[in-house]
């Protein structure tokens, strides 16, 4: 695995011919990598100490628009300039791209050249150092599912997005057989990401036909959010060089199984020592873990939004589909919100597997960070797990079935406000309002198909 580099080691790389082009890059609201083109030697000369991209990458959406209401930016104040700071622990090749290596950035205001707090890296940072002054370290893992399509990017486009084939036939969860037919995409996903220092696990067909599962070992909650988001960007690029179209949109059809991304977590001394494992605890589990997961479950609605940012993100939310509908806890049992595993070993973790495929990493993370922090400040109790078919459990609270719920949530979130900040959180609800806003003046197909003759 070949993993980061050093500055001095890309320079070297630089000065033989090897690196070309450096991506500098920050992670915007949507978590997209977003950025320039650097050529190397520019780079490695000067560029490494800052560069300046305009300040509505952090105040955009999935179209690039410029929505107003936004108190970080807008067209009276002229839309001026953040600092890009390279954070030159970050830089590794990116070995599906020729002579190409990437570099993340910090996000600096550019007066005060302090970080801008509604960036997503800068909002993760600030729930980890939280952590930090605890005593612990949040190690996590997330599951990277998506849909791989028959045509490319661009035929699809073309045609209005309609007549979509999945690259397979059938339910492929598990199938060697057809993963087989899908390995001109995958084998070099996997191999590349290795080469790029991503420490891949697996990848397997999941439980559609057309979608991938792919995993990536835990580590630290900086790294793991950094890994998912370069994977995230790689799968759609090598995707597009072998003439398909990868697809990390939660429910592309409404008979079709969604896809998710659930978000593994555990707590760790700085000496390395599980501090949610506990032999004698039930379940294995130590205080600490049940006062964190019982801070994740109650405030489950109000973490919501970072984990479906999107209208779409809540069709994927259905009974008997894998995606949960309830605040619940169990042991090893998909039906529910949260999911016990590794019971018995020092892997013992909660999955939080309200997540869709869409979501930005950063602040899907730093949302589960604050309110287990929470639940380790008020020391809250945990309730026992739940049984059976959570889908069947009317006594569950549910969780928020709109964005236009999630939102309400998120801007009544005295704990996120707390955690986060009002400014980050009010920059979030402006986000989360402008979707649907720009959903609600839309006339969809199934309206009119349903009601033009009808109606």
């Given amino acids: 695995m070949a993993g980061t580099m050093s500055f001095d080691a890309l320079k070297q790389k630089v000065s033989s011919g090897e690196i070309d082009t450096v991506l500098v890059c920050l992670v915007d609201m949507q978590g997209r990598l977003m950025g320039k083109r650097f050529h190397a030697q520019n780079f490695v000369d000067s560029a490494y100490k800052e560069t300046h991209c305009c300040n509505y990458l952090l105040a955009t959406d999935l179209e690039m628009a410029t929505p107003s209401g936004y108190a970080s930016t807008s067209w009276e104040s002229g839309y001026g300039d953040y600092v890009m700071q390279p954070d030159l622990e970050t830089i590794r090749p990116m070995p599906w791209l020729e002579g190409t ?3 993340l950035c910090d996000v600096l205001d550019h007066n005060t050249h302090k970080e801008v707090p509604h960036s997503p890296r800068a909002i993760l940072k600030k729930q980890v150092a939280r952590l930090s002054e605890l005593g612990f370290e949040a190690k996590a893992a997330t599951e990277l599912e998506f849909f791989l399509f028959e045509k490319s990017f661009e ?11 999945p690259i397979s036939g059938y339910n492929e969860d598990y199938n060697i057989m057809q993963t087989t037919r899908e390995e001109v995409v995958m084998r070099p996903l996997r191999n590349h990401l290795y080469n790029a220092g991503i420490p891949i696990e697996n990848s397997k067909g999941e439980a559609e036909a057309g979608q991938e599962e792919l995993n990536i070992r835990y580590s630290n909650a900086m790294d793991c959010a950094e890994f998912h988001t370069i994977a995230k960007h790689a799968t759609k690029e090598i995707a597009w060089q ?34 949610f494992f506990d032999k004698d605890g039930d379940h294995t589990m130590s205080q600490t873990m049940r006062h964190y997961v019982a801070g994740m479950l109650k405030y489950a609605p109000d973490m919501t939004y970072f984990l479906a940012p999107y209208i779409n993100s809540y069709k994927r939310f259905s009974a008997g589909t894998f995606a949960p509908t309830k605040i619940i806890w169990s042991i090893d049992n998909r039906t529910a919100g949260f999911r016990l595993c590794g019971v018995g070993s020092k892997a013992v973790r909660i999955e939080c ?14 949302a589960i960070i604050a309110a287990g922090i929470k639940g380790l400040e008020d020391k809250l109790e945990l309730a026992p797990p739940s049984k059976g078919d959570i889908y069947k459990d009317n006594k569950a609270k549910t969780l928020p079935t709109s964005l236009r719920d999630s939102a309400e949530t998120l801007r009544s979130s005295k704990m996120l406000r707390e955690a986060m900040g009002d400014d980050v959180v009010d920059h979030y609800v402006r986000a989360a309002t402008w979707e649907q806003e720009e959903f609600d003046r839309v006339v969809t197909d199934y309206e009119i198909a349903r009601g033009f003759e009808r109606a």
């Fill in 101 to 103: 290596a990437m570099v």
């Fill in 155 to 165: 035929e699809i486009r073309k045609s209005g997005f309609r007549d979509l084939e």
């Fill in 353 to 366: 597997r309200i997540g869709g495929s869409d979501i930005n990493p950063y602040l899907a993370i730093a």
């Fill in 242 to 275: 072998q003439g398909h179209a990868a697809s990390f949109l939660p429910k592309w059809h409404h008979e079709r199984v969604g896809s998710s991304s659930h978000v593994h977590m555990s707590l760790w001394t700085k000496d390395g020592e599980s501090v």
